[in-house]
């Protein structure tokens, strides 16, 4: 048996990500920060052996992993694999995070106030906040809740199964070093898989930009 590695890590900080919008599978470019959080991860890499590259087919996981790959004249190939791409937000891609909450909390509250009456005003905003946050909350972070026409963070885990399976016999097939340029939720799949986490440790994760996860696979 010999020991190999996977260096899992997130695309840089883009334009959607700044502004808290839903990115989903929307392309959106790396801002200036963004680049140099690629940047440092390739410092980071720059001495580890990576014979294969994958990335999403999104520009910025394409770009995040060209930035890394700029030190490995060995890597012999990159690949796109669409199974690690982000979760699909559906019909909330391209909306800002503050802008759907409101919308949601004002719709809620008028169909109230349609039914039983003018509510005091801070009563109302009260009231539009929580349910607000409930159903931000039920779209964004819940297992086994799609966003409407999207995706659930179940649905992603399927996806990203498929990928690691396919991956680690290839891995024990060829003997080779992997780089993984994924997104915060198809990373989550991958982090619960090989450090054995519970469905809600992996809701709960941080996936930072500019961080490495490494995994030692026996081949």
């Known amino acids: ?107 809620i509250a008028s169909c109230v106030e349609g039914k039983y009456g003018k509510l005091p005003r801070l009563v109302r905003d009260d009231f539009s906040r929580a349910v607000a946050k409930t159903v931000y909350n039920l779209y964004h972070r819940s297992y086994d809740i799609p966003p409407p026409g999207g995706e659930s963070v179940k649905d992603v885990e399927k996806r990203v199964h498929r990928f690691i399976k396919d991956l680690l016999k290839r891995m024990k097939c060829e003997k080779i070093n992997v780089a993984i340029s994924a997104h915060g939720n198809s990373m989550r799949p991958f982090r619960r898989h090989f450090e054995k986490l519970t469905v809600k440790e992996m809701l709960d994760l941080e996936n930072p930009w500019g961080e490495i996860y490494v995994y030692t696979i026996e081949v």
């Open 1 to 107: 048996m010999v020991k190999r590695k996977i260096y899992l890590f997130r695309h840089g900080l883009t334009y959607y990500n700044k502004h808290q919008w839903f990115t989903g599978q929307i392309d959106s470019h790396m801002t200036e920060e963004g680049c140099a959080n690629a940047e440092k991860i390739a410092k980071k890499l720059k001495h580890k052996k990576i014979d294969i590259g994958y990335h999403s087919g999104l520009i910025r996981s394409e770009e995040t992993l060209k930035v890394v790959l700029n030190y490995h004249p060995e890597c012999k190939e990159t690949i796109l694999d669409k199974r690690i791409i982000e979760r699909n937000y559906g019909k909330l891609q391209r909306r800002s995070h503050k802008e759907f909450q409101q919308e949601i909390g004002n719709d």
